[in-house]
C-alpha cells in the first residue's frame, strides 16, 4: 500500500493487495468528501470518463455528514496510471483506488425465489449490525445489500435505527426457519424484524 498527499493536503490512497506495479483493468474507487462539497460526483465520474474509463457499477450516499461513492470501473491498462493521479488530484476528495474482480469472470447470480429483504426498526445500540450479520454469516446466507440510517419515530420523535438488507437464501433454508431465526435475534436485541419478499 502507499499513498499520495494531493496538492490540496487531502491524502488519496492506493489500497494494493498485488503488487505495486500490477496494471488492472478492472478496479474499484472509494470516494469521500464533505456533503457540501458540490460537482463532487460530476468530477470524479467525469475524471473517469476524461481517462477512457467505463463506470460498470455504482453507488453514492451521505454517510454522516460525508458524501461516500464506490464505483467499479474498467479503463484500458495504458490509462490506469494517469487515471490514479488525477483521481488523487481532486480537490477536497479522499479516494482509494483496488483492484476488483475482472468484470468477465462469471459468478453465480441470485436466483429470485431466493432473494428476500430484512428490515428493522427500534432504539440505537451497540452491535446490532454485528450481531444480525452474525447469525446470517453462520447460516451461510449472503447478504447482498445493507443500507441504515437513524430516523425520527413517529409522535415522539425519538431516535430510531432503520437497516434493510438484501439477503440470499442458501436452497435449503425455508422461509419459516429464517423467519424463526430472526424472531430470536429481535427478542435479544430488543427490536422489530421482519422479512419480505422482493418486489
Not at 61 to 77: N, Y
Not at 97 to 125: C, E, F, M, N
Not at 174 to 191: F, Q
Amino acid at each position: 500500500m502507499f499513498h499520495r498527499i494531493s496538492r490540496t493536503g487531502i491524502r488519496a490512497t492506493r489500497c494494493m493487495t498485488t503488487q505495486a506495479n500490477t496494471t488492472l483493468d478492472a478496479f474499484i474507487v472509494h470516494a469521500a468528501g464533505p456533503q457540501m462539497q458540490g460537482g463532487m460526483m460530476e468530477s470524479i465520474t467525469g475524471t473517469v470518463s476524461k481517462h477512457g474509463g467505463d463506470i460498470l457499477s455504482s453507488r453514492a450516499t451521505l454517510l454522516g455528514r460525508d458524501f461516500s461513492m464506490m464505483l467499479v470501473v474498467k479503463v484500458p491498462k495504458d490509462s490506469t496510471s494517469d487515471l490514479e493521479k488525477a483521481l488523487s488530484d481532486l480537490e477536497k476528495v479522499k479516494t482509494c483506488i483496488h483492484p476488483a474482480t475482472a468484470p468477465d469472470v462469471q459468478y453465480t447470480l441470485p436466483h429470485k425465489h431466493s432473494v428476500k429483504v430484512l428490515r428493522l426498526t427500534g432504539h440505537d445500540a451497540t452491535g446490532i449490525v454485528a450481531s444480525i450479520t452474525e447469525y446470517f454469516a453462520k447460516k451461510n446466507v449472503r447478504v447482498l445489500n445493507l443500507a441504515s440510517e437513524m430516523a425520527a419515530a413517529p409522535f415522539t420523535d425519538d431516535p430510531m435505527f432503520k437497516l434493510r438488507l438484501v439477503l440470499d437464501l442458501p436452497a435449503e433454508m425455508t422461509e419459516d426457519e429464517i423467519e424463526e431465526g430472526i424472531d430470536a435475534v429481535a427478542k435479544v436485541l430488543n427490536v422489530d424484524l421482519w422479512l419480505e419478499s422482493m418486489s
